[in-house]
């Protein structure tokens, strides 16, 4: 199966070496440098963490709150979750601090130093009916549909997916008018962190809940979520969200994959100057606050694309912006 450092870890996964098993079982989820074979790969590290891994567990955790190659469960994930902190994996023992709503005892984790059943603690504080509850929207336009969400996320939670997005951070692209994929474009200056299945962490499965109860759609209708970064001077000039049908190579997507119905974004910082959002047809420029949103619908209620949807993300002037970005299908 592939290179031989697959093969070498598909040796110690056999011989029963744990971290073998989960750091295979990760490839062969994501397809990352292996074939993607996702139940394969979770089943891999299912047993890495039955087996005692820390990180596994963590893995678990995520692909049981998504419901990917396992039935959906927030209170499983949650075990899993508990399980990853109480073996000392950081990253798990990091979320449950920031989505706990014993903000004490949270506190006191940070710091380090706390008996391994705060882990449980934390975990029964987290108030997970809150997340997967549709937040409370302003229309600030009926057309094109515009609503904004002052309150969508904690600042905490923001500065948490950006320092995840921060190392993983490339150009950004935009979709090819004449080939089925994406390309880096002149109109596109900004740059882009992805999460697929191995990035994503329990805090992004609940935001996608959430971003899902907002927009009206399930969670398999969503795209992989962004987060983007603009620096002085970089944007995104005018375009539409939605895939032309008109146009070559957003229409083979649209065909395979449905239409790109509704655009959320979650302004995930604030200190910077300029850098709205602007609808220029309607004369529109959009700035939130630290971990409000904005969300709008990019085709009419025949399913038409919108074309009041026009839109930029215009460039900061001083300082840098950072925000969460995710598309929604009309398919799942």
């Known amino acids: 199966?592939?290179?031989?450092?697959?093969?070498?870890?598909?040796?110690?996964?056999?011989?029963?070496?744990v971290a073998a098993m989960t750091a295979l079982g990760a490839r062969l989820l994501a397809g990352r440098d292996a074939p993607l074979a996702p139940f394969d790969g979770a089943q891999l590290v299912v047993d890495a963490a039955s087996k005692g891994d820390a990180q596994a567990a963590d893995i678990v955790s995520v692909l049981t709150g998504a419901g990917a190659c396992t039935p959906q469960s927030w209170p499983l994930a949650f075990d899993y979750l508990q399980l990853a902190a109480e073996r000392g994996w950081p990253r798990a023992r990091a979320q449950l601090a920031l989505l706990a709503g014993d903000r004490e005892l949270a506190q006191k984790s940070q710091n380090g130093g706390v008996p391994n059943d705060a882990w449980r603690?934390?975990?029964?504080?987290?108030?997970?009916?809150?997340?997967?509850?549709p937040a409370k929207a302003q229309v600030i336009s009926q057309r094109p549909h515009l609503e904004s969400c002052e309150?969508?996320?904690?600042?905490?939670?923001?500065?948490?997916?950006?320092?995840?997005?921060?190392?993983?951070?490339k150009p950004a692209q935009v979709y090819d008018d004449t080939e089925d994929g994406p390309r880096l474009a002149n109109a596109r200056t900004n740059s882009s962190a992805e999460f697929d299945i191995i990035d994503t962490d329990l805090i992004l499965v609940l935001l996608r809940a959430r971003i899902a109860a907002a927009t009206g759609f399930g969670v398999g209708n969503l795209e992989y979520t962004s987060v983007l970064h603009?620096?002085?001077?970089?944007?995104?000039?005018?375009?539409?969200?939605?895939l032309?049908?008109?146009?070559?190579?957003?229409?083979?997507?649209?065909a395979r994959r449905g239409q790109r119905a509704a655009t959320?974004?979650?302004?995930?910082?604030?200190?910077?100057?300029?850098?709205?959002?602007?609808?220029p047809l309607v004369n529109i420029?959009?700035?939130?606050?630290?971990?409000?949103a904005l969300h709008f619908k990019n085709v009419e209620a025949s399913g038409a694309p919108d074309r009041q949807t026009l839109h930029a993300g215009l460039a900061p002037t001083r300082g840098e912006k950072w925000l969460l970005?995710?598309?929604?299908r009309d398919r799942g």
């Open 1 to 17: 199966m592939g290179s031989p450092a697959i093969k070498d870890l598909q040796t110690a996964a056999k011989a029963g070496d």
């Open 121 to 133: 603690h934390l975990r029964k504080s987290v108030d997970i009916a809150s997340w997967i509850t």
């Open 151 to 169: 309150s969508f996320l904690p600042p905490p939670i923001c500065d948490w997916l950006i320092e995840r997005a921060r190392p993983n951070l």
């Open 230 to 242: 603009y620096k002085v001077g970089e944007q995104f000039r005018r375009h539409f969200d939605f």
């Open 244 to 254: 032309d049908p008109n146009v070559p190579g957003p229409a083979a997507d649209l």
């Open 264 to 279: 959320l974004l979650i302004y995930l910082n604030e200190g910077y100057e300029a850098g709205e959002t602007e609808f």
């Open 285 to 292: 420029r959009y700035k939130g606050r630290k971990g409000g």
């Open 325 to 328: 970005s995710q598309w929604v």
